[in-house]
């Protein structure tokens, strides 16, 4: 049984080549932060190993229940903040991590019957770590699979992604979701429906604030400190630079939810400035919003949208995180009556 869920148009290309074992030897899983692409990787693994199901993981033999243990010793995980001796400062894949990953697939698999390979973040591998990856992808060993996991696709080395079928996964409609979170999760409607709109159809997010309650605190300590920064004086916005560059060193995925949320307040302000206030990312945030958007332009606003997409680009060229975060705060505009 596939648990992933709203990704049904993919499930049908799958099924068909997964029955006759035909799958292909590289995919890219391309979509939004936690719109479900580790769980769907997570699903073919599975599918691929599965004792029992055809074409689908049973989802409780032997393989399929390792593999969601995160046991099973033929599925390597690569991601950026990973590996190397945990050294905390990686925001790339590095050449040697993806060698050592390609020495291990020319093997036979252990335990089951198809090694897997995730790139968790396939934006974030080295230029020479790509290139060696090309290589096996030209000429794949048997047993072997692929799962390339991007939120940025136009980041990916082209001749990669030329080498993979591309599977775009799709925030869900509205209905779904909160049926989702009412029926499986306990949500009230209300809250449910709250969590639709902060996680904008991603699911795994509006889960994860459901089990962990300081997901939701940690979204109003961020956009309290959004607010702040805004007001402040450059010691301040450079202060906040390098705690942000620190947190891309530690925790990109976290940096890069950051930066996100840094985009929805600023098109946020974009609409307040535009009379569309009905469309609010962060409704509960109008007041502060409003009283901000007052004291800008809208030329301002726009250029400074820019300017994050310009960074939230950067980032993923593994541009220095701390040189990044500088340049966009000495780009944040200066409210008007600010000295
Ligand atoms: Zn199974």
Same mark, same amino acid.
């Given at each position: 049984m596939w648990t992933i869920f709203g990704q049904d148009h993919l499930l049908k290309r799958l099924e068909p080549s997964l029955k006759q074992r035909r799958q292909s030897h590289a995919y890219l899983l391309s979509?939004?932060?936690?719109?479900g692409k580790m769980a769907l990787a997570t699903n073919m693994c599975q599918a691929v190993n599965?004792? +029992?199901?055809?074409? %689908?993981?049973?989802?409780?033999c032997t393989q399929c229940t390792r593999i969601a243990q995160g046991h099973h010793s033929d599925i390597r995980i690569l991601a950026p903040?990973?590996? %190397?001796?945990?050294?905390?400062?990686?925001?790339m894949i590095g050449i040697n991590e993806i060698k050592e990953a390609l020495r291990r697939v020319h093997l036979n698999p252990y335990e089951g019957s198809t090694s897997v390979v995730i790139i +968790?973040?396939? %934006?974030?591998?080295s230029d020479d770590g790509a290139n060696a990856l090309l290589k096996t992808l030209e000429e794949p060993p048997p047993q072997v699979m692929f799962l390339l996991l991007t939120?940025?696709? +136009?980041?990916?080395?082209p001749t990669v992604r030329s080498r993979c079928q591309t599977m775009i996964l799709v925030p869900l409609p509205k209905d779904k979701m909160i049926e989702r979170l009412v029926t499986d999760?306990?949500?009230t409607p209300e809250l449910a429906e709250q969590l639709f709109r902060l996680s904008r159809g991603c699911l795994g997010w509006a889960i994860g604030a459901l089990e962990n309650s300081q997901v939701l605190e940690q979204r109003q300590a961020d956009l309290e400190k959004i607010k702040e920064t805004l007001d402040a004086g450059l010691e301040t916005r450079f202060t906040y630079a390098n705690e942000v560059a620190s947190l891309f060193g530690t925790d990109r995925d976290a940096a890069k939810d950051l930066l996100a949320l840094w985009l929805r307040w600023w098109r946020d302000l974009l609409l307040i400035k535009e009379g569309?206030? %009905?469309?609010?990312?962060n409704s509960d945030h109008a007041d502060s919003l409003r009283n901000q958007a007052s004291g800008l332009s809208t030329a301002e606003i726009v250029q400074f949208i820019n300017r994050l997409m310009q960074t939230l680009s950067n980032l993923d060229s593994n541009v220095s995180p701390r040189l990044a975060m500088e340049v966009l705060m000495l780009n944040l505009p200066i409210e008007a009556g600010q000295v």
């Amino acid at each position: 049984m596939w648990t992933i869920f709203g990704q049904d148009h993919l499930l049908k290309r799958l099924e068909p080549s997964l029955k006759q074992r035909r799958q292909s030897h590289a995919y890219l899983l391309s979509g939004p932060s936690h719109v479900g692409k580790m769980a769907l990787a997570t699903n073919m693994c599975q599918a691929v190993n599965c004792l +029992d199901g055809f074409g %689908e993981p049973c989802g409780s033999c032997t393989q399929c229940t390792r593999i969601a243990q995160g046991h099973h010793s033929d599925i390597r995980i690569l991601a950026p903040g990973q590996g %190397e001796e945990g050294r905390s400062a990686k925001t790339m894949i590095g050449i040697n991590e993806i060698k050592e990953a390609l020495r291990r697939v020319h093997l036979n698999p252990y335990e089951g019957s198809t090694s897997v390979v995730i790139i +968790d973040g396939a %934006e974030s591998m080295s230029d020479d770590g790509a290139n060696a990856l090309l290589k096996t992808l030209e000429e794949p060993p048997p047993q072997v699979m692929f799962l390339l996991l991007t939120a940025n696709e +136009d980041a990916v080395l082209p001749t990669v992604r030329s080498r993979c079928q591309t599977m775009i996964l799709v925030p869900l409609p509205k209905d779904k979701m909160i049926e989702r979170l009412v029926t499986d999760h306990q949500a009230t409607p209300e809250l449910a429906e709250q969590l639709f709109r902060l996680s904008r159809g991603c699911l795994g997010w509006a889960i994860g604030a459901l089990e962990n309650s300081q997901v939701l605190e940690q979204r109003q300590a961020d956009l309290e400190k959004i607010k702040e920064t805004l007001d402040a004086g450059l010691e301040t916005r450079f202060t906040y630079a390098n705690e942000v560059a620190s947190l891309f060193g530690t925790d990109r995925d976290a940096a890069k939810d950051l930066l996100a949320l840094w985009l929805r307040w600023w098109r946020d302000l974009l609409l307040i400035k535009e009379g569309a206030e %009905e469309f609010l990312h962060n409704s509960d945030h109008a007041d502060s919003l409003r009283n901000q958007a007052s004291g800008l332009s809208t030329a301002e606003i726009v250029q400074f949208i820019n300017r994050l997409m310009q960074t939230l680009s950067n980032l993923d060229s593994n541009v220095s995180p701390r040189l990044a975060m500088e340049v966009l705060m000495l780009n944040l505009p200066i409210e008007a009556g600010q000295v």
